[in-house]
């Protein structure tokens, strides 16, 4: 069964700082995105990495894909308030040869601090 | 323009109880979804569906069945509504088919709240 494992669950940051949200899955695939759900909204697509060592940068957020160590990292670059929201990864889990089949972590709430 | 819509977005009824949810895209996409997100936010698939045939179908009671009229609609019928089922459904698109890429993007709509009382 695939697990996925984002850490840190919350994560309090002034504005200005730089941090990292980590998200680690138990079985091998080549996909994984990341979403960002505002409080009572819907999920927004943020990035989508296909192959080991993929990098995809948009504004202050860079996504990277390490396929090997079943590791893809969400790295904020000096943080502001707009960036406070609930982060989710997911992992395809190739589901019986039909991709789709999305294994959410349990996301990361981001609260960024004046 | 609505790419993913979801009717009602909020929905309060009463234990035993059935209903619908209906969902819609118009992104031309083939592929549809419904999850499930709890009180606690954990996000779960339910069912997939690819040109209205059922592909993805995740241990979900069989209170839940999902209908697709045609590859734009996928609606979720609710017999016998219990507590636990009080969530947000999320219907998702995509554009599908297993070619990998951008195209397996999945688009959400904005969710149905649904209390059970």
């Known amino acids: 069964e695939l697990k996925v494992e984002q850490n840190p669950l919350f994560l309090s940051m002034q504005e200005g700082k730089n941090y990292t949200i980590y998200c680690n899955y138990s079985?091998?695939?080549?996909?994984l995105y990341w979403y960002r759900q505002d409080p009572g909204k819907s999920l927004e697509s943020l990035f989508v990495?296909?192959?080991?060592?993929a990098v995809k940068q948009e504004g202050r957020l860079m996504a990277s894909l390490d396929t090997k160590a079943r590791l893809s990292t969400l790295h904020i670059t000096a943080a502001v308030h707009d960036l406070s929201a609930t982060y989710f990864c997911?992992?395809?889990?190739?589901?019986?040869?039909?991709?789709?089949?999305?294994?959410f972590g349990k996301g990361t709430k981001l609260s960024v601090k004046p | 323009d609505t790419a993913v819509s979801q009717t009602p977005k909020y929905l309060v009824t009463q234990m035993g109880n059935d209903k619908s949810i209906k969902c819609e895209q118009n992104?031309?996409?083939?592929?549809m979804y419904w999850y499930k997100q709890d009180s606690k936010k954990f996000l779960k698939i339910m069912f997939s569906?690819?040109?209205?045939?059922?592909?993805i179908n995740e241990t979900v009671p069989n209170r839940f069945s999902p209908k697709s009229p045609d590859k734009a609609h996928l609606n979720l019928h609710i017999n016998s509504l219990e507590l636990g089922d009080s969530a947000v459904y999320f219907c998702?698109?995509?554009?599908?088919?297993?070619?990998?890429?951008?195209?397996?993007?999945?688009?959400f709509g904005p969710g149905t709240r649904l209390l059970v009382l």
């Open positions: 997911a992992v395809d889990l190739n589901y019986g040869g039909s991709q789709g089949n999305l294994i």
């Open positions: 998702a698109s995509s554009q599908g088919g297993g070619s990998g890429g951008l195209q397996e993007t999945q688009y």
């Open positions: 990495l296909l192959s080991n060592g």
């Open positions: 079985t091998t695939s080549d996909r």
């Open positions: 569906y690819n040109n209205k045939e059922l592909i």
């Open positions: 992104l031309g996409h083939d592929t």
